[in-house]
């Protein structure tokens, strides 16, 4: 996963397991897989002026997820006579991910 800093200061605590993302102490979970698209898709991460986190806009950006489109393999050549197999998007590859976090005020 690529992670950028966008500003000077705190950021928010965060652990990755497998595609899901942990944020503060375990406030926010995102399994990231679930929002893949056929598109390039966005999140925003957002505190209101509680601490809340929430998906979505909010009083304060904490991070963002940018998560690629699906990734296809390769099409095999289809045996002479036979209909093609549908094919299946690999799985999430997490190193395709960028996490952009902003510093807590």
């Not at 679930?34 to 929430?54: E, M, V, W």
């Not at 002479?80 to 395709?96: A, F, I, R, S, T």
Request: hydrophobic letters at 35%; proline letters at 9%; a negative charge.
């Amino acid at each position: 996963m690529k992670v950028i800093e966008i500003n000077e200061g705190a950021k928010i605590a965060y652990e990755v397991s497998g595609t899901r993302i942990m944020f503060g102490d375990d406030d926010l979970t995102i399994n990231v897989a679930k929002y893949q698209r056929s598109f390039p898709n966005h999140l925003d991460i957002c505190a209101d002026s509680y601490g809340t986190l929430y998906t979505g806009l909010n009083d304060y950006y904490v991070a963002q997820l940018d998560v690629p489109a699906f990734a296809y393999p390769e099409p095999e050549e289809p045996e002479e006579g036979v209909d093609p197999k549908p094919v299946e998007p690999l799985p999430l590859n997490m190193d395709d991910v960028t996490l952009t976090l902003w510093a807590l005020t």
